[in-house]
């Protein structure tokens, strides 16, 4: 990993995830969480805070030792356990059906290998288990999706390995993951970056 990628995208990435207007967002995907959760893309442990209190261990899976080392403050705070099990979410130390709940916020625009993750995501999940995600993606709109593709590789370069012309919803389904509830809009405004969707999706039984 180069300088950049190591010292100045985590800090430009956190910044943009602390975002107060991002807060509905954190609640909604956490509500009603129980037991085993599977965190991919920790970053500085920002949905710890929502999470309910039936929910007893959370596996964060953080590739950034500088975003990880930024959680301190709210894994301290958080009455289960966090374990950090791994940097790569295409490739995770846990058993199968191991865990009751997989969360992603804007995780799955940045992971190297999408097909990789979300086979390793429904591998983990047990039967019956739900992934709750937001995620930013390509939009409906021609006019903006014109412009995250203009945009995507530099996007890339710059945050991270973010992807602006993603479609998470598609690469799920693929996966074998039954979508429970969803909605998808644009937020505030028509930017290349502010498509979100936000769903509940299923392991089958
Ligand atoms: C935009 S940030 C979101 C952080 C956090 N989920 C939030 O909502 O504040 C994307 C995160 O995904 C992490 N990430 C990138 N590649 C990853 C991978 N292959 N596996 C797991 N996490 C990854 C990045 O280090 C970064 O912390």
Redesign the pocket.
């Known amino acids: 990993m180069n300088w950049y990628d190591e010292h100045v995208a985590?800090r430009l990435?956190d910044a943009v995830?602390a975002w107060g207007g991002l807060e509905p967002y954190r609640r909604e995907v956490t509500a009603g969480l129980a037991g085993t959760v599977l965190e991919?893309?920790?970053?500085s442990g920002?949905?710890l805070p929502y999470y309910p209190a039936s929910v007893t261990h959370v596996y964060a899976?953080?590739?950034?030792r500088q975003?990880w080392q930024g959680a301190e403050k709210h894994v301290a705070a958080f009455a289960g356990v966090v374990e950090l099990v791994g940097t790569?979410?295409?490739h995770l130390a846990l058993p199968d059906a191991s865990c009751d709940h997989v969360v992603s916020?804007?995780?799955l625009c940045?992971?190297?290998d999408e097909r990789g993750t979300t086979t390793e995501l429904v591998r983990v999940l047990r039967p019956g288990g739900t992934l709750r995600l937001v995620e930013h993606g390509l939009a409906p709109s021609a006019r903006v999706a014109r412009w995250q593709w203009r945009l995507d590789g530099l996007e890339q370069r710059l945050a991270?390995?973010?992807h602006l012309t993603r479609d998470p919803m598609a690469v799920l389904a693929r996966a074998g993951l039954e979508g429970r509830w969803s909605h998808a809009g644009f937020r505030v405004a028509r930017t290349p970056w502010s498509y979100v969707t936000v769903a509940e999706l299923a392991r089958p039984l």
């Open positions: 985590p990435v995830c991919i893309g920790f970053g920002r949905n899976v953080e590739p950034s975003a790569d979410a295409a916020t804007f995780t940045s992971v190297a991270g390995g973010c």
